[in-house]
């Protein structure tokens, strides 16, 4: 943590050490959701496991990896607690990211109108990779993924 090349690195490790259980669990209960009848099918006309899993399950939770990757990004965008607690944004400034340069600009260096434009390029930012994955996947006209429906 005392090194500025590794400080980073560190972070992004310990962040997704926190964040990979809940990921995981969202890409397991959409798999769960897969007809198995889809799987039976396919293994009636030959399928291996490799063409089962790029022509039924990657289609199949397309819109869970959109709804996912936007949850990390937007996410990654407003993380501040545990940068705060591990390195309030040293060694130097090797960690100094968007969401603690907002805090430390509003209450350690008392310029609010600076924090406010950071708090509003970190919601533009937001919303823009938002919209951008919304629209590049396909989910703005979202159907239904299920067997009949």
């Not at 995981?24 to 009636?44: D, F, K, T």
């Not at 309030?88 to 109108?113: C, E, H, Q, V, W």
Request: charged share 10%; with cysteine; proline share 4%.
């Amino acid at each position: 943590m005392g090194d500025p090349n590794t400080a980073l690195w560190t972070l992004i490790v310990v962040v997704s050490w926190c964040f990979i259980p809940l990921h995981s669990l969202l890409y397991q209960g959409a798999v769960r959701q897969i007809p198995q009848s889809l799987y039976e099918a396919a293994m009636l006309d030959g399928a291996g496991t490799v063409r089962q899993f790029f022509s039924i399950t990657l289609p199949q939770i397309k819109y869970t990896f959109a709804t996912d990757s936007t949850l990390m990004i937007v996410g990654s965008l407003t993380y501040f607690d545990l940068v705060y607690v591990m390195t309030a944004g040293g060694p130097g400034n090797a960690t100094r990211i968007l969401p603690l340069d907002m805090y430390l600009k509003g209450f350690k260096s008392y310029d609010m109108g600076g924090a406010s434009v950071v708090g509003v390029i970190i919601l533009v930012m937001g919303i823009a990779i938002s919209l951008l994955l919304n629209k590049l996947s396909g989910s703005d006209k979202m159907e239904s993924q299920m067997e009949g429906v």
